[in-house]
């Protein structure tokens, strides 16, 4: 987990500003990093749980042991697909979208889920009244990127 954006100094400062004179009317329920924590700490319990493995590999006759911590994605998956509140926003079908300049039209191509491809596998899923089929891809970004100012990871985005 990424604790250098949770320091306690940080915090104290954010919500000093909150509670203070960057909004003198406003009133915020958490008022230190103890609030703070115990508020993540219960916003935690209505997500999928980080479950933490350890694999071992041998590398030029050296054991190698790696501690983890992740998300199971499957589960992950599960839980948006099944939010009522997200359901609502996610785009479950492809679209086309085009522009038209005069009397020119241009089929544009922004986002996966705009892509030819797409419609193909769509139409390829099973038509059964009553049971809507979706195509539901797990794009993966494994570039390495920052997290925070001072912390930079290879993280995998589902």
């Known amino acids: 987990m990424i604790h250098e954006a949770v320091r306690v100094q940080t915090v104290t400062k954010l919500l000093s500003g909150f509670n203070g004179r960057w909004a003198p009317n406003t009133y915020i329920t958490i008022r230190n990093y103890a609030d703070f924590q115990d508020s993540l700490?219960?916003?935690r319990q209505f997500g999928v749980q980080?479950?933490?493995?350890e694999i071992t590999h041998t590398f030029r006759g050296r054991e190698y042991k790696f501690k983890f911590r992740y998300r199971d994605p499957w589960k992950w998956m599960l839980d948006i697909l099944t939010d009522l509140m997200l359901s609502?926003?996610?785009?479950w079908y492809p679209v086309e979208k085009y522009l038209k300049h005069g009397s020119r039209i241009t089929r544009m191509y922004n986002e996966l889920i705009s892509g030819t491809r797409w419609w193909e596998i769509q139409?390829?899923?099973p038509h059964e009244?009553?049971?809507r089929h979706v195509y539901l891809p797990l794009h993966l970004?494994?570039?390495k990127s920052s997290v925070a100012k001072t912390v930079s990871k290879h993280p995998i985005i589902l």
Not at 50 to 53: A, G, I, L, R, S
Not at 88 to 91: A, D, F, K, Q, R
């Open 88 to 91: 609502g926003l996610i785009m």
């Open 123 to 125: 139409d390829s899923l």
């Open 141 to 143: 970004w494994l570039d």
């Open 129 to 131: 009244f009553g049971m």
């Open 41 to 43: 700490a219960a916003a």
């Open 50 to 53: 980080f479950e933490e493995e």
